[in-house]
């Protein structure tokens, strides 16, 4: 690896000593071939919060990848994300303030009240 042309974010190419291999993830660690654990205090860039291959998250994913793998949204949806959506925006709503709307105004509402050039609306 230590000849690898990769560019490795925040290293300069070439110059900097060769970075360590990891052969596998689990939990909280990331594992070099010789046995050291690394622990993965960055959660590989904040995306693995709940640690590396979570048995309950690699699961899902098998399950959904044996019948669905990447879907262009430009014309096409799937159940998993019409089922996922409607719990998000309702978690969302409640618990992000808008900086655009008064604290405890519903976004329907509150959409519903503002000036149609606010909104991008034509009127009719």
């Given at each position: 690896m230590a000849e690898s042309r990769v560019w490795h974010p925040f290293t300069q190419h070439a110059l900097e000593p060769s970075v360590p291999e990891i052969v596998l993830t689990e939990g909280a660690y990331l594992h070099k071939a010789d046995g050291f654990r690394i622990l993965d205090a960055i959660s590989s860039?904040?995306?693995?919060?709940?640690?590396?291959?979570?048995?309950?998250?690699?699961?899902?994913?098998?399950?959904?990848?044996?019948?669905?793998?990447q879907i262009i949204f430009a014309g096409f949806t799937h159940e998993p994300a019409a089922s996922s959506t409607p719990p998000m925006i309702l978690c969302c709503s409640r618990s992000t303030p808008s900086p655009s709307r008064p604290p405890g105004a519903s976004r329907k509402r509150w959409i519903g009240s503002r000036p149609l050039a606010a909104t991008g609306a034509q009127p009719r």
């Open positions: 860039w904040w995306v693995v919060t709940h640690g590396h291959r979570h048995p309950r998250i690699m699961k899902a994913i098998e399950t959904t990848a044996s019948s669905l793998d």
